[in-house]
């Protein structure tokens, strides 16, 4: 099946490792802040390594706005993250941190890199999504095909995909009441608002010459089999 891979922190997996042991032998110390920090740092660390890194980076290499405005998206939406991923872990015990917990820690794996075994947070995506993802970069590395409107739209495609184990599963074993579910439900909704506007807007102003700098840094998380 074909997979997302990105790159993590490399004490991550140890220290979630660590976590769920100690949720499962039913510890009576509150984990829940640690848990908080984890999955905030995972988070985080995601979002840095699809996005935050290259926008950083031709933001500092071409100094142009739409660059500077994608940042600050992404600076907004990782300081949403530490807030509200702190703020719904802080509501639960042991008992109801260790499925989500355990369900993180699966995603959490070492994979071979050129500097060695490296931590990667790995989820499975359609195969059909993972075609056309591979379409889309080698279209972006054709001048002559080159069109980087479909290509955020397969990125968003897969972002959507993505947010299904990384998100919604988590968030439905945390068994939130109705007020907290319909305020993160409303959190999420904005939040995927203005980033995907920010990308689509984005995708109108990256100077073609730059289209296959993009499509390497994306082509690198895009694994087609196992």
């Known amino acids: 099946m074909p997979y997302i891979a990105c790159r993590i922190s490399d004490n991550l997996p140890e220290d979630v490792a660590r976590l769920d042991a100690a949720l499962q032998s039913g510890t009576r110390i509150p984990q829940a802040e640690l ?18 890194n290259a926008v950083r980076e031709l933001m500092e290499t071409t100094g ?3 660059f500077r405005e994608a940042h600050h998206v992404i600076e907004e939406i990782k300081s949403k993250l530490r807030h509200y991923l702190g703020w719904i872990t802080g509501f639960f015990g042991n008992d109801r941190l260790a499925p989500v917990v355990q369900h993180y820690r699966r995603l959490l ?9 490296r931590a990667h947070l790995v989820f499975g995506i359609s195969p059909a999504l993972a075609r056309e993802a591979e379409d889309a970069l080698q ?15 397969v990125l968003i495609r897969v972002i959507d995909e993505a947010l299904q184990p990384l998100l919604y599963v988590p968030k439905a074993r945390m068994k939130f009441n109705l007020v907290v579910d319909k305020t993160l439900n409303g959190v ?20 073609p010459p730059l289209f296959p700098q993009v499509a390497d840094h994306l082509g690198q998380f ?5």
């Open 188 to 207: 999420i909704a904005v939040t995927l608002a203005l980033a995907y506007r920010s990308f689509r807007k984005l995708g109108t102003q990256l100077p």
């Open 139 to 153: 279209a972006l590395r054709d001048p002559a095909r080159a069109d980087i409107r479909a290509g955020v739209e």
């Open 109 to 117: 794996v070492m994979l071979p890199t050129p500097d060695g075994l």
């Open 222 to 226: 895009l694994h087609l089999r196992n």
């Open 64 to 66: 142009a706005d739409g």
């Open 35 to 52: 848990a908080g920090r984890l999955i905030t740092e995972a988070s985080c660390d995601v979002v840095d390594g699809f996005f935050g």
